[in-house]
């Protein structure tokens, strides 16, 4: 169903044509974007929404009578081979470029708006964030100005061995953000318990949770060779931790074949 | 073929007959000490013997034209539900009685002997090992009174979704290790390619590397039961690590089917 999608939305808005590895986001941003219940009509604030990668599914999904405002904190000139920039201008100068307001370098708590939307979207960037209590606050916000809120993250409970290899590139990039001077992504993995319980103390209610397929995507891999580089980076920690490292360090290949973890999505009221 | 040792064995030595634990547990021995390639006639030093769970099985290899020296560096009154000596008691009571030694209290590297073995055992005590020197010191000694050194430990490169639980455990009960102020027993989680390593450095040679299936033990559920229950204590650690705990806590179940970890064994002459 997401296949299909993803033909149209390039026959009609002429993006990613020859863009393989855009196609295949572009596949898991349509499950994610179903799984939250986006509709037609919808007014949409994502945050985090980096190059537009889900942004534009959103802003296909609410159609011309919908409206999706895309924030990041990230300045322009951030991303390749693309900057944030360079991708924004592509998909403004698209027909889905009506429908959707991009603002970088934008701190959601100190944006100053008094308008309601349909849904809120964090889509994998909480990892990112470098204190729960950050995210929380995030969420209170969140709640007072939408009816809903729509979360996706890797899903760290792997069902698939397959996924190992990317469930301890995850672990190694967590601890390389603790451990070392570094200019580590990965700051904090937080689950579905940790935001479950993060979405009752902002008042809000976990109406659905599930898990979406996201074995086929490219991130894995390309977590798993990051976490490689960065696990000989580990000689001034502690030695309980190196010797951690270098185990998660040898787990990150099984037989060659190392797939994504899967995502889950959390909807809340 | 294990299982048929077991049952000789308890008839023969009317040790553990109504103790199905040990049973599982020396069905495991006999396969680790079958991989060791230990034969009949051999003097063999056991490092870290604990309870003699290993001790028992290496004897009846051994014969009675062989020996066994097992240490250990803890006190007779270690251990639940049997201490450490009351344990060694029972089986210096039966006919392995004779051809085992044990010693407790008793530091490898401070131990005074000019004795020669065929093989020197580690099995399964590595990860209580503080510091990696230690363990390194141990093996060059090892070098110069053995013509054998035989190792094993859990295998945390685990290829069965059912051993998750298992790998998880052993990680909160490293970190527990690190970061908190405990008794946790797990201090570093050497793998394959670090004892490898170690070997080299000792300058011994890998002979043999095999993994042991050792699924069907009960360690892996107690390892799961501790470290659920210490996953509680890490609230004075760094966030990050708190959030990476609760993860791996929230992993410890895989549908309510846990099994453990494999064992992996390294002959190194």
Known sequence: MSQTSVQKFIKQFKLFENDQIQQTQLQH???????????????????????GDTTVVLADTVGESGH????????????APFTLGEAHERINQSE???????????????????KQYDAVVLSHCSWYFHDPAQLLA????????????CFAEWDMQFEKITQRGHFCAASIL?????????????????????????????????DLEVRVDAHFLQDGQ????????????????AVRIQTLIQNYADMLDV???N???????????
């Open 174 to 206: 967590a601890l390389y953000s603790q451990f070392t001077a570094n200019d580590g992504n990965i700051q904090n993995l937080f689950g579905k318990s940790e935001i479950g319980k993060m979405i009752e103390d902002a008042g809000m209610k976990v």
């Open 255 to 257: 037989e060659g074949k």
């Open 29 to 51: 941003r349509y499950a994610l974007v179903e799984a939250f219940g986006i509709k037609e009509g919808m007014k949409v604030l994502e945050i985090g929404c980096g190059q």
């Open 68 to 79: 999706v405002t895309a924030i990041d904190i990230a300045p322009p000139d951030y991303g």
């Open 138 to 149: 995030y969420f209170k916000r969140i709640r007072s100005i939408s009816k809903m809120l």
């Open 259 to 269: 797939e994504s973890l899967d995502s889950f999505v959390i909807v809340a009221k």
């Open 96 to 114: 889905l470029g009506a429908r959707i307001d991009f603002h970088l370098e934008t701190d959601f708590l100190e944006m100053n708006s008094d």
């Open 222 to 237: 390309w977590e798993i060779d990051y976490a490689r580089e960065v696990s000989k980076e580990f000689a001034a920690a």
